[in-house]
């Protein structure tokens, strides 16, 4: 959903969604991810936690997260999991960074 409403606001949502959506897994919103999602640890946000709670339900198939906040990021890591903020010249970070 984050990316969907990026893009749009880019004005770049139908090319760069159909060349996102070939590469990406959906991950369903399960009861275990829920579950999972609430008893995270951390000052996450709800959205943040249920994308740790995703990335640990693939933990054995994940290469890392992926993330420019830093409080979800620390997460992933105490959670066991690899997580890195992507660096590109002249990004500005957002709040969680």
Do not use: N, Q, W
């Not at 609430?38 to 339900?57: E, F, K, N, Y």
Request: aromatic residues 2%; contains cysteine; negative net charge.
């Amino acid at each position: 959903m984050e990316t969907v409403r990026t893009l749009g606001l880019g004005g770049h949502f139908p090319k760069a969604m159909e060349d996102l959506d070939a590469r990406i897994t959906e991950i369903l919103l399960t009861r275990e991810v829920r579950d999972a999602a609430a008893l995270l640890v951390g000052r996450l946000r709800t959205l943040d936690a249920i994308h740790v709670a995703s990335a640990l339900s693939l933990r054995d198939e994940l290469t890392c997260l992926v993330s420019y906040d830093r409080r979800m990021l620390e997460t992933a890591r105490v959670e066991g999991l690899s997580a890195e903020a992507p660096r590109h010249v002249g990004l500005t970070p957002g709040p969680g960074l």
